[in-house]
């Protein structure tokens, strides 16, 4: 169990980094909130809900195929003082795992 530790990487839920903030970059884990999802050329913004809290996302790149209204998504970044989540990665979850957008799409090919 002692070497797994050193493994496994968490990430917070709208609740924690809410009730938590912090300016340290973290890895924020949720369902991507049904009507939140914008996207705009190369741009896309949507909200990440845990159920009990919801979480603005604005992630500077488009993402097509893989974030979807209601898909289980992890990004990593910072929450800003305006409690805006600011990304530069997002991770879809594809069955039992969660893929890098550019993990992902290589797959795909």
Do not use: C, W
Not at 26 to 47: A, D, I, K, M, N
Not at 60 to 77: I, N, T
Request: charged fraction near 25%.
């Amino acid at each position: 169990m002692a070497g797994l530790q050193d493994t496994l990487t968490y990430y917070r839920t709208p609740s924690e980094v809410l009730r938590q903030p912090t300016e340290a970059r973290v890895r924020l884990g949720g369902e991507v909130v049904p009507g939140s999802l914008h996207r705009s050329g190369e741009h896309t913004r949507f909200r990440i809900g845990d159920g009990a809290a919801e979480v603005a996302v604005d992630q500077a790149a488009d993402l097509p195929g893989l974030v979807r209204e209601g898909q289980q998504v992890v990004v990593e970044g910072i929450l800003g003082p305006d409690r805006v989540f600011r990304s530069d990665t997002v991770m879809a979850k594809h069955g039992n795992e969660y893929r890098a957008a550019t993990a992902a799409a290589e797959v795909r090919r």
